[in-house]
């Protein structure tokens, strides 16, 4: 089973439209993340969740909304698309390793391009 | 500028060790990370080193941390394609609440035959 999942993994609109992207993560981890990884391939935080609750916004505008269910998910709804939100979006979580490390764990992705 | 600091391309022959350097400023780094991103894919934790330590070796992969020189390298030995990827270098000062690591912006390593 995957560990983090995202949905779609493809995504092309127009400019303006709103839409959503989801994840899900079967770990148990506590924190969430969204990444915006440009066609540089430079990874940005853009958000961080624990337990459900915003820790980390990093300067994005506020088209870009999280929200999170429940621990498991933390989904990213954008409004007004632009432009220059065409990247590839990346969820994360994060967890304990060799007892005392913690990393994450990264899902698979969303293109999205916006034309 | 830049916390972590990769160079972005390296080249080698199948067969080849490669060696993929990363520089960090964050004196406080305790957790240092080499992930993996094959094409078209998520990245992948690749191997991992704590800041008291020197050297980690992982069957192909060693890790080298130089701290006085705030300097982290990976080495793959006999490189095969299948290595070909862009590889993250971040670092961490801590966990718990306040972890959120720093990446580097990737090495593209092409393996040739």
């Known amino acids: 089973d995957t560990a983090v999942s995202q949905t779609p993994k493809y995504l092309v609109t127009q400019m303006g439209n709103d839409k959503s992207i989801k994840c899900e993560q079967n770990l148990g981890h506590d924190t969430m993340y969204w990444y915006k990884q440009d066609s540089k391939k430079f990874l940005k935080i853009m958000f961080s969740y624990n337990n459900k609750e915003l820790i980390i916004n990093e300067t994005v505008p506020n088209r870009f909304s999280p929200k999170s269910p429940d621990k498991a998910h933390l989904n990213l709804h954008i409004n007004s698309l632009e432009l220059g939100d065409s990247a590839v979006y990346f969820c994360a979580s994060s967890g304990i390793i060799a007892g005392v490390m913690e990393t994450q764990y990264f899902g698979p992705g969303t293109r999205l391009l916006v034309l | 500028g830049e916390d972590v600091e990769q160079s972005l391309f390296l080249s080698v022959r199948e067969g080849d060790s490669s060696v993929i350097n990363c520089t960090y400023t964050d004196s406080s780094s305790t957790y240092l990370y080499w992930y993996k991103q094959e094409p078209g894919a998520g990245l992948q934790l690749l191997t991992y080193?704590?800041?008291?330590?020197d050297m980690k070796q992982d069957q192909r992969l060693t890790v080298l941390l130089n701290k006085k020189d705030k300097h982290l390298s990976l080495r793959i030995a006999d490189t095969q394609t299948g290595d070909s990827a862009i590889y993250f270098c971040?670092?961490?000062?801590?966990?718990?609440?306040?972890?959120?690591?720093?990446f580097g912006r990737g090495t593209s390593l092409i393996v040739h035959p």
């Open positions: 080193i704590f800041s008291n330590m």
């Open positions: 971040a670092e961490s000062p801590a966990s718990g609440g306040s972890y959120i690591p720093t």
